[in-house]
């Protein structure tokens, strides 16, 4: 299984982004997946999860102003990201999960201007 992260960047505070993952080797349809970010010397954090359901959990810190989304035709996730801040600005990494393995992509760089 690949994972391959795009979408990050150099965005103002306020802004918004759309982080794409694409993935092979595998359906995701029968996948939870997830994206997860590491700030500068930070523990890497969850940020928000889908199921194969499409139940989705989101962390406190981006509740409200973040949609995680799957599109199982495209074996896409994506991650839309609203009033960003600087707290937002990490290395961003798409996750997938299943039958107990997980799967991780290389990240990318989210930067948020204040």
């Known amino acids: 299984v690949q994972l391959q992260a795009s979408g990050g960047g150099l965005v103002q505070a306020g802004g918004f982004l759309k982080l794409s993952c694409a993935a092979s080797?595998?359906?995701?349809?029968?996948?939870?997946m997830g994206w997860y970010r590491q700030g500068a010397g930070k523990q890497r954090e969850l940020v928000a999860t889908?199921?194969?359901?499409?139940?989705?959990n989101y962390a406190d810190s981006v509740r409200g102003r973040s949609t995680i989304s799957r599109d199982n035709a495209k074996n896409t996730l994506y991650l839309e990201m609203d009033s960003l801040k600087a707290e937002d600005t990490a290395v961003y990494y798409c996750?997938?999960?299943?039958?107990?393995?997980?799967?991780w992509g290389k990240g990318t760089q989210v930067t948020v201007s204040s």
């Open positions: 996750n997938l999960y299943y039958v107990g393995q997980a799967y």
């Open positions: 080797g595998m359906p995701i349809s029968v996948a939870g």
């Open positions: 889908i199921t194969s359901g499409r139940i989705t």
